[in-house]
């Protein structure tokens, strides 16, 4: 979604258009994943998963759990951020 609202930035309409045909082969995928990255979708969905990140950690810490599963679950997350990143 990030990508098609930057449609109007220098390369957006290409991007726009690509998704609209359809992505076939290994290399249509790396580059419009490369473009999409120049757009600043990759910076703005680590953004978004990163304030999501901190307000589960956060409705984490205000339950009453037993702290060995709260501590897997801050782990696995934490994980997964560093993983995707």
């Given at each position: 979604m990030h990508a098609?609202?930057?449609?109007?930035?220098?390369?957006?309409?290409?991007?726009?258009?690509?998704?609209?045909?359809?992505?076939?082969?290994?290399?249509?995928?790396?580059?419009?994943?490369?473009?999409?990255?120049?757009?600043?979708?990759?910076?703005?969905?680590?953004?978004?998963?990163?304030?999501?990140?901190?307000?589960?950690?956060?409705?984490?810490?205000?339950?009453?759990?037993?702290?060995?599963?709260?501590?897997?679950?801050?782990?696995?997350?934490?994980?997964?951020?560093?993983?995707?990143g």
């Amino acid at each position: 979604m990030h990508a098609l609202g930057a449609a109007a930035a220098p390369g957006g309409r290409e991007l726009a258009d690509r998704l609209a045909r359809g992505i076939t082969t290994d290399e249509e995928a790396e580059a419009t994943a490369a473009k999409m990255e120049r757009l600043g979708s990759k910076a703005f969905c680590e953004h978004v998963a990163r304030e999501s990140l901190d307000r589960a950690l956060e409705a984490l810490g205000s339950v009453d759990l037993c702290e060995g599963p709260a501590a897997d679950l801050r782990t696995l997350a934490s994980y997964l951020m560093e993983r995707t990143g």
